[in-house]
């Protein structure tokens, strides 16, 4: 277990939908013991219902954006390591950042990236049924920015990545 090394971190595992931060989220923090928290930030969307008649996505993004910042300092300021997964496009990705910064939470941004095809593929094999227009959508409006650690998941097996990034994490520190 190599969970003292990395000591009060933040992991912010960006992509598209179907590029695996689920999988890979989880592998992480079972490698480094259960100090590590995965926040799901698309799971406190869910907690919120649709207003009946009219779409409340931009507000429930913004809340559940919100919690998970407010549950990750609180996780963090008592020692934990914290996990957040979501795509954070821009406006979330900038939020988050200048979150962390202003909170002098370490971090370190990882952006999982594949070819939309092959995640149109995986998406059908998903327990959550995601539109492939919606899929399409989103590799439209995310992309990766200069500070974000690349890795093109189709190159590595999901085990291979949670140990990049735990390298990366390490180099970081």
Known sequence: MWHNKFMNS?????????????????KIQKKLGVNWTVIDVDKFKHYMP????????A???RIAHDVSKYFAKQMYDK????????????DY????????TQNNMSYLKVFLSAPVE????RAKAREKKVPDEEIRRHFS???AYPDDFVIDTTQYSSAEIANLII???GDVE
């Open 10 to 26: 933040v992991i912010i595992l960006r992509g598209p939908s179907g590029v695996g931060k689920s999988t890979i989220s989880h």
């Open 50 to 57: 649709m207003k009946e008649g009219q779409s409340n996505r």
């Open 59 to 61: 507000e429930r993004s």
């Open 79 to 90: 020692g934990y390591d914290v996990i957040l997964e979501e795509m954070y496009k821009k």
């Open 93 to 100: 990705n900038d939020s988050i950042v200048e979150f962390l």
């Open 118 to 121: 092959l995640v149109l593929e």
């Open 141 to 143: 409006e995310i992309e």
């Open 167 to 169: 390298q990366k994490l």
